[in-house]
């Protein structure tokens, strides 16, 4: 069995002032909240039991009520009072584990995808972005196998990001409370999937051109993920993010 984790902590400090009163998770995304995208990514991937963290009681109060009308999804909320770095939420998480293989993705990440199936339980993602430097960057050798995952490189080894999804098997919390806080005074991503790496126990998938990911950190890409969603729905189809159906 497989079980989801939404970390959606953060201040959001890069989008106020829109999250002074409100967690970022809940900010709107053209017709949604942005929860509402993590929730629909993992049950592409036949979860059904998701664990939401975030770092008051006050926005998991909100947050309950947001997923509450979501009936076919069992939710549990826990609480991440310092921003300790996103590994910390395997450790938080261990009683809701429970030995199972797990999947992560952050509150603020949007993925308009079909993910090929099976996905391995360590995998991790790869996506060519302009700026590398924002995030964990992926080293490739000379064969172009991946050596290591590097945070927020000044000069990236490459242009292939890793977005703020991930797969790993059951030995994460323990590898998650093996880490120790980096020089930003945080327990790094990065170090929990080199240690995958080391082991040679870690499946990259390069994501082809056409996916479409948002990290919906900033003013300017929350504004581009909801007038990509607003496009895409209205000229066609589709719908992207969980549909909330109402009798």
Same mark, same amino acid.
């Given at each position: 069995?497989?079980?989801?984790?939404?970390?959606?902590?953060?201040?959001?400090?890069?989008?106020?002032?829109?999250?002074?009163?409100?967690?970022?998770?809940?900010?709107?995304?053209?017709?949604?909240?942005?929860?509402?995208?993590?929730?629909?990514?993992?049950?592409?991937?036949?979860?059904?039991?998701?664990?939401?963290?975030?770092?008051?009681?006050?926005?998991?109060?909100?947050?309950?009520?947001?997923?509450?009308?979501?009936?076919?999804?069992?939710?549990?909320?826990? #609480?991440?009072? *310092?921003?300790? @770095?996103?590994? !910390?939420?395997?450790?938080?998480?261990?009683?809701? $584990? =429970?030995?199972?293989?797990?999947?992560?993705?952050?509150?603020?990440?949007?993925?308009?995808?079909?993910?090929?199936?099976?996905?391995?339980?360590?995998?991790?993602?790869?996506?060519?972005?302009?700026?590398?430097?924002?995030?964990?960057?992926?080293?490739?050798?000379?064969?172009?196998?991946?050596?290591?995952?590097?945070?927020?490189?000044?000069?990236?080894?490459?242009?292939?990001?890793?977005?703020?999804?991930?797969?790993?098997?059951?030995?994460?919390?323990?590898?998650?409370?093996? #880490?120790?806080? *980096?020089?930003? @005074?945080?327990? !790094?991503?990065?170090?929990?999937?080199?240690?995958? $790496? =080391?082991?040679?126990?870690?499946?990259?998938?390069?994501?082809?051109?056409?996916?479409?990911?948002?990290?919906?950190?900033?003013?300017?890409?929350?504004?581009?993920?909801?007038?990509?969603?607003?496009?895409?729905?209205?000229?066609?189809?589709?719908?992207?993010?969980?549909?909330?159906?109402?009798?």
């Amino acid at each position: 069995m497989k079980k989801g984790i939404i970390l959606a902590g953060g201040k959001g400090s890069r989008l106020y002032p829109l999250t002074y009163g409100i967690t970022k998770a809940l900010l709107p995304v053209y017709d949604k909240p942005l929860i509402y995208y993590s929730i629909k990514t993992l049950t592409d991937f036949g979860i059904d039991q998701i664990l939401i963290i975030s770092s008051s009681s006050q926005n998991l109060i909100s947050l309950q009520a947001c997923v509450q009308p979501i009936k076919d999804i069992n939710f549990q909320f826990r #609480l991440q009072n *310092s921003p300790n @770095g996103i590994p !910390e939420a395997f450790v938080i998480g261990d009683t809701f $584990i =429970q030995g199972d293989d797990v999947a992560l993705i952050l509150g603020d990440n949007i993925f308009d995808s079909t993910f090929s199936q099976p996905i391995f339980a360590n995998t991790i993602y790869g996506v060519p972005t302009k700026s590398p430097e924002n995030y964990g960057v992926i080293d490739f050798d000379l064969d172009y196998k991946v050596k290591r995952i590097v945070e927020k490189p000044k000069t990236p080894p490459s242009q292939y990001a890793v977005p703020g999804l991930y797969h790993f098997d059951n030995s994460v919390v323990k590898k998650a409370s093996s #880490l120790e806080k *980096s020089n930003r @005074g945080e327990f !790094e991503i990065a170090d929990l999937i080199n240690l995958y $790496i =080391q082991e040679n126990n870690m499946h990259v998938k390069l994501l082809p051109p056409d996916v479409a990911w948002f990290d919906c950190g900033t003013h300017d890409h929350l504004l581009e993920a909801g007038n990509y969603v607003k496009a895409i729905q209205n000229r066609t189809s589709k719908i992207i993010g969980y549909h909330e159906t109402r009798e």
